[in-house]
Each structure stands twice: as structure tokens, then as C-alpha cells.
């Protein structure tokens, strides 16, 4: 007989984080690894349907709904907590373990929420745990954290905005897909994607990510973009918009990535690619198109992870993660490379791999809605991803020039969670039935066809012939690449020097007279708000008074009017 | 017989604990005095709001007179839910001043300090519990008085200064008020709230009562400082003993807030104040203006009791932004701000009460590294401080939820913009401390900083805890707050 347990699985993993750093050393590693077991278990005990209620403010909350599409990112989320936990085993610091796990729990708490009040609580959570991980690196991920955290903090408030408009305009709590169809649900909407890595916002992710510790990326990369994509696919199946942003995400992961020498910022930049061709997916919107995007989230999160736990290793190891200082790995590292390799495979649909079955879903789906155009882009974009993931990661690292480097392979925890990453990317590629049988709607669709294994093998084999020929355009010099949140960083002098590079003198002289503007704008509060400005001097008497009058006055014209 | 009694009780405990303390003259046996007394008063008014919940308003004849010749206390539920608030409040601070109070103020005058505590307790609570206009006076002058000294008992000499303006602001508040009292007295005949508001209605020209209406406001918002007339509170907030500060911060704006909750709704009636001129803009623009214009200095402070102190301005602004939205929501988030305010204040005072214990001081240079040094103090100021930015599962979130909501009701997307916006400047000037405290390495006194004595650590851990617990289960806050927003709007009672 089958219990039904009626437990959130999020708030396991959220209580074991919290209780991490209060028990002694002896019990943090089983803890860590029992903890998203249980919460695994619990996520297929859970009967379907709603199933608690809670009341809160007035409304009644459903902080435990059940279907098949939360059944499918409840799977992932905890194997990618279980998997993630064993690689993180050998982090001493307990906050980064302690805020990782609750932020993983606040993520399923999402998955499993029933109503868009959940959805926030559980939202907001998560900014801030994350936020924690990315601070408890220490070094430049404070002031990268602090950056994060704004944002976040700026798409929580957008989102509470617009949850608050649709609770009062249509009288519903309940999370179901919506039209964008009134200003309330474009402001959920706008912070959904916000998370999600869409522009214009989307620099905070490889900003941030590559700044937290060699394994607090790897939960970084799991979480808070896949719990986008599946709000998203939940609250906005079909919206048009979402086509273009997701193809603006998809180039411009592309375009950055290959520009980019640092190798976890590549691979923060490969997020926001991916994660661009689950929006296109979701944009598309037919059955098929939206399964092949819960697919893609699928397997995402296990090649992603994979990648960054190779990247993550060599980082323990060596104490470098720049391209230019790396190469040649591949003698002393073999097992990291092969798993980096395996990770690199997947993330260009390589046949037999995780991505082959899940990415040409979302390709089908816009072949099957005759979008001639978006087809075309994505088998470009596929084109590119393996460019810059699936040959210049392992390329660079592993291969290439001899760095001298003769570091060893990682910790046997490391390396166990490479190996359960890796046997999913190719078990998921060769049978691809169980993960279909999981998704959110009937699958009608036979990966392994002759035309679709040798589309993607000549796709494949002529970027790779591609980046072979261009290999001396694309060799990574000490560069820094320029993005978006290069605008909101450090103002001042790094504009200065950087403007001095640029040498376009109008440009300049528009950006300064910008600046100038906002310095006075700046300088203008601080005056009157500042220390001694007019509104935090201590007032003599008589000014108060005077202050008093003029209300007094005020009113009584008020009235007297 | 003392159950019949309870309201007159409310009062006398406190007032007769503060003789009780001048009398003894010894600090620890008059902090041992008012402990015992902070402890009673909570029970007294937990009975009456079981009371009220239960059967509904109570009517208490002072000394046997009945109203509205004799002076009636009457409490409801908005009585009984500020009387609760305050109580427990000082009850929970309580243990934390010995030691607090003992490193501030000198040994002859702590014996002085508890009186003027309780005193300041005895007139918060008669304010919150009379039913008499003038009655009120009197122990808004009770409340105010005693508030004047304790703030001139600070050690920093500019206490004095600050004192002394508030002094000189608190009497033209209540003068404002008697100057209102007298119009309405000679309008009505009557002192008593109830009986005054009947009375209204067959006044012959209204323009007096709103001349009177014009002196209440003004004169009440100098006592809750709404912007413009908050000056005298960073000052007096920043050099009171931190006990002082703490305790205020989270009582004394409310009894404040109450008394025109009373006059507004209770005496003159929706209709009467909002119906007919626009009060309720210019109430929403006051509320703004001190949301943002606080907050922004708030962001430039480097005394963190003082920045606190802007902070509670722009914090009074979402209460009065609640009742310039005049609905149901509007005022459930104003009147749960009042709770949900008090405890989050409370316990970022009473946590940096702490660093100002070890260190001396409350500068932001002191804050350096202290995460480090004293990490429970400091992650319970984190957390009251996510309460002040709003994040959902604390206190802080419940209200900013109530007023989106009555924004909305009224069609109005700007001001909910406006209200996350102003939040945000929020995460500036709490971000900062914060960064401060955990990202700087420790230097000079800082390094031998250690946690507070678990006296004060416990109450101010208690205040930490409500803060997420009343962000979480909010049947006794947000849930009577409704009721009495539902009470208030539904007329005169």
C-alpha cells in the first residue's frame, strides 16, 4: 500500500539547510546526502491534485499542488540537490552547504506551489538564499553579490506589483497559465524573465555566478533560471513574445561566450543560451514545443551541472579559471576531462546524449507550426552552442597548449557526482523513454531517426570544422568582455578608463554628459538629503514651529475652502 | 471584583509602580518594580481583549460616574489591541534594561529612569483606553512629559538639545489639541468621544469642526511625527538612553496614531473627514513625501540609531498612507503596521542596543566586522532588518501587502510602485549596516567585542522571532487588525 505523504519536499531540504551549521562536523555529510533523498521520496509519495491548504493574509494558500510538469522539475531539482550536495562535500564553509540547500528547497517550493502567493514567498526566499551562497565565497562576490541581490530584489517587487494587481483584478490566487492580456500579468511577466536571464536585465547571471566558490556555481546554475522557465511554462504557455526573447537570449549567450576567456563565465553565458531555447519553446507553445522545453530543463540541469563540476574541479585543483592560464589538463585530469567532455557532448545534442532528445523536441515544435525562421535560427544557434561550449570548454582546458599544470584528479566526492551526472547525460540520451514518460503531455516523437542523427552530425561536424579553422581568431587573449551590467558597476573611473579605450568621441561625450548628470543628480540628493543637507540637520526651534504653522494653515485653507 | 475592575487597573498598576520606584530609590529594586509591573499590565489587557472578543465593547464609569458626565473608560477592539501591543511590548523589553539602563545612566538617577518609564506606561495606556477627550490630554501630557526627562537622562549632551525640542514641539502639539477640544466642547457640550460624536450631527454651522479637525491633526501628527513635523524624533530617537529609544520607537508614535484613529473614524465619522475635502490626499501626499524623503536620509546617516530613527519617520508614513486610503485593506494595513512596526523597530533597536553596550557608540565605523564578533546580534538585526524591507515571511510583508492591495482597490498601480520603490531604498540603508558588519574585517574596539549578556540577547531575540512570526501566522495581527478596519469604517460607533 502506498502512504500518502503530505509533506512540502522543499521544506526538507530548507530545514536540513537551516539545521547544518547548529550540528557538529560528523553529521553534516550524512545530512547533506539523506536530505534530498527524502525529499525525493516525497515527491513521488505526494498523491496529485491540491494537497494543503494554508490560510494566510485572508486567502486560502495552496502551498502543496501536485501534476505531472511540478512531478517532472521536483525529480530533477532533487537529484540536482543530491548530486550537487556529494560534489560539495569537501566545501568547509558552512554557509555556503547551509544557504545552498535552503535555496534549493525554495525552488521546489515553487515548483510545488498552487497559488502565486507561494509562488513569491518561495521566490523571494530563494533571492536571498542564493544570495548568501554567492556572498559566502567571500572577495569579489561580495560586491557581485550586492549587484545580484539588487536586481533580484528589483524583480521581486515587480513581481509582488503584479501578483498584487491580478489577486485584486481578478479576485484568484491561483497560479494557471494566463494571456498577457492586462498590465498586472505583465508585470509578472517581466519578473518571471528577470530571473529567467532576459534582457535587458540578463548580465546579473554571468556577473554573479562565476563568483561564487567551485561548488556553490554548480547549485547556482540548477535553480534560480530553471525555476523561470517553469513558472513560465506554467503561467505563460504560448505567449508570442516570448519567441523573440528567447532567440535574443540564444544569440547573445552565444555571442559572449565565445568573446569570453574566463571558462565559468562561458558557462554562465551557456546558461542564458539554453535557457533562451526553453523560452523560444515556451513561446511556440504547442504540446510538443512545451514538452520538448520541460525536456531541455531536464536534461539542462544535469549536463550544466556536469560542466561546471569539471570547471569546478579544475578550479580546486588548480586555483585558475581562465582559458589562458589553463590547457593540457587532459594528462593528469583524464577522468575530469572525460566527464567535462561528456557534459560538453550533451550541451550540443550530440546523438546519444541528453540534449539529442530534448533540444530537437523544441526544434520539432517549431517545424510543426511551419516558423520557417525561428527553425533556422535555432539549428544555427545549435551551430554555436557547440562552438563555444561543446568544443572551447574542454578545448581550452584540457587540451590546447601545455599550461605545465600537473594537478591531480579532485576528491573521490567530486568525483562520484561527475560520474551520476554523467551516466544520466548518456542513459538519458540512449533511453530516452522514462524522462518522456514524464512530461506534461503524451510524447509522439522518435528522437533517433536517420535524417535528425545526421542533421545534427553534420551541424556538428562543420562547426567543428569551423572552430578548427578559426582557432587563431578565437584563441582567448586577457580580455574582458563588456556587458550590460558594465552600465550599473562601479561608475566614475572605470567609465573614465574604459571610455579612453573606446576612443569614439561622440559616444563619449553623450555617456559623459549622462554621467555628469547623474553625478549631479546624485550630488543634488545629497545635498539635501545628505548628512547636512536640509532634511537630516537638526532643525533650530523655530523652524519646526514654523513647520507646524504652515500645516496648520494648510488645513485650515483646506477646510475653509 | 477585580475582573469588574480591570480598565481602571490598566492604568493604576503602572502609576502606582512609578511612585513605587521613586520611593525606593535603588536602580535594581525599581527595575525589579517595573519588571514586575511590565509583566502584570500584558495580563490585565490580554483579559480585556479576551473580553471584548468575547462580548463586545466595554464601558467602565470612572470612580462610579456614569458617562458622559463622569469619565468612562471605554475599550473596543482597537483599545484593546493597542493596549495588548504596548503591554507586551514593555514587558518583553524589560528585562533587557537593567544592564542596558545600568552602563547609560548614572546610580542616582536609575531609580528616576523606571519611574519615568512607568509613567510614560501609564500615560500611553490611559491614552489608549479613555474614552474622554480631555482625559486623553491628560495623560497624553502624562505620556509626554515623562518621555522629555527620559530622553534628557541620554549620556551624549546633545540629549539636552533634543529634549529640549521636543519639548517645545510636544507642548504646541497638545496645545494644539486643547485649542481643538475647547472648539469641540463648546460645540457639543460634551468631553465624552462617544456622546460627542452623537452630538455632532445637530451642530448648527460646521465650519468650526473643522477648524477643530485642522488643530487635532496638526497637533496629533507632531506627537506621531509625520513629515513635516517629524524633526524633533531623529534627534531625540538618536541620544535617549537605547532602552529609551527602543521602548519609544515601539510605543509611543503608536498611542499617538491611536488617538487620531479614535478622533477620525470614532468621533467624526468617515464621512465627515474624508466625504467632504480632500484630507485623504493630503494624507497619502504626507505619507510619500515621508516614505521617501526619510528613507533617502535614512541612506546618508552614520549614527545607526539616528538612521533608525528616519527609518521609524518613513515607516510612519505607510501607517498614515493606510488611513489616507480610507478602505477596508488600506486600514488593516495601517493598523497592522502599528504591530508589525513596533516589533521590528523593537528589535533592530534593541539589537543595536547591543553593539552600543559593548562599544559605546552605534557609529557605522563601530559596526565594522562586528558579524564576526558578536554573530547572533547581528544576524537578528539582518533579520528585522528583511522585516523593514518587506521580504514575505516577516512581519514587514504583511502590511506593504495590505496597503498594495488597498492601492490597487483604488485603481492606483503608481502607488504601489511607489511603494515597492520606496522599499527599496530600504535594502540601501539596511544593506549598508549589513555590509559593514560582515564584509569588513574587525579592527580597534571591535575586536574584543563579544555577544551581549543573554539578558538583553533573549529579549531582543524574542522581538526577532515575532517579527518572522507574525510574518507567518497572522490571525492576531493582520486578523483583529481587519476587524477593527471593518469596525472603524463601518461608522460611529
Known sequence: MMIDILFPPGLVLILAGLMLPLMGERFRAPTILIAPLIAFAIVWLLPSGPVLTFQYIGYELVPLKVDSLSRLFGTIFTIMAFAGGLFALKQERVLELASAFVYAGSALGVVFAGDLITVFIFWELMAVASTLLIWSSGGKALAAGQRYVMIHLLGGVILMAGIAGEIVST??????????????????????????????????????????SWSGTVFLSAFTTKTAVFVLLRGFPGAEILIYIGLYMVFYGIVYAILENDMRRILAYSIINQVGFMVTGIGIGTEMALNGTAAHAFAHIIYKALL???????????????????????????????????????????????GFISKSMISQGAADEHMMIVWMLLAAASAGVFLHAGIKFPWFVFFQKDSGMRPSEPPRSMRYAMYIMSVLCIGLGVFPGPLYALLPYPVDYVPYTGAHVVFQLQLLLFSGLAFFLLLNLLKRTLTITLDFDWFYRGLGRVLAREFDNMSIAAWTAFVESGYRAVQSFISAIYRHYGPNGILARTWPTGNMAFWTTALLATYLLIFFL | MIVDNLPALQVIVPLLGAILCVLVRRGWLAWFIALVVSWIVPLIAVALILQVLDGGVISYAMGGWAPPVGIEYRVDLLSAFVLLLISMVGAVMLPYANLSVESEISDGKRAWFYALYLLCMTGMLGISITGDAFNAFVFLEVSSLSTYAMIALGKDRRALLAAYQYLIMGTIGATFYVIAIGILYTMTGTLNMVDMSGRLGDVATVRPLFAALAFLTVGISLKFALFPLHSWLPNAYAYAPTFATAFLASTATKAAVYLILRFFFSVYGVALVFGIH???????????????????????????????????????????????????????????????????KGALFLAVGGIVYRMGAAHLDDFKGIGKKMPLTMAGFTIAGL???????????????YLAIAALEHGWGWLVMLLVLSSLISVIYIGRVVEVAYFREPEGKVMNATEMPLSMLIPAWVMILATIYFGIETSWTAGIASQIATDLLAGVQ
Open chain 1, 171 to 212: 479576485g484568484s490566487i491561483a497560479f494557471e497559465a494566463m494571456d498577457t492580456n492586462s498590465w498586472p500579468r505583465w508585470l509578472i511577466l517581466a519578473g518571471f524573465l528577470i530571473n529567467a536571464g532576459a534582457p535587458p536585465l540578463a548580465a546579473w547571471l554571468p556577473d554573479a555566478y562565476p563568483e561564487a
Open chain 2, 278 to 344: 480632500p484630507i485623504s490626499e493630503m494624507l497619502i501626499a504626507l505619507s510619500l513625501m515621508a516614505m521617501f524623503g526619510a528613507s533617502i536620509v535614512a541612506v546618508y546617516q552614520d549614527n545607526i540609531k539616528r538612521m533608525l530613527a528616519y527609518s521609524s519617520v518613513a515607516q510612519i508614513g505607510y501607517i498614515t498612507l493606510g488611513f489616507g486610503l480610507a478602505n477596508v485593506p488600506g486600514l488593516t494595513g495601517g493598523v497592522v503596521h502599528l504591530a508589525n512596526h513596533a516589533v521590528t
Open chain 2, 387 to 401: 522585516s523593514i524591507i518587506g521580504v514575505p515571511g516577516t512581519a514587514g510583508f504583511i502590511s506593504k501587502w
Open chain 1, 308 to 354: 561546471l563540476m569539471s570547471a569546478g574541479a579544475v578550479l580546486y585543483q588548480t586555483g585558475k579559471r581562465k582559458c589562458t592560464d589553463l590547457g593540457g589538463l587532459f594528462r593528469t585530469m583524464p577522468i575530469t576531462a572525460t566527464c567535462g567532455i561528456i557534459g560538453a557532448l550533451s550541451i550540443s545534442a550530440f546523438p546519444l546524449t541528453s
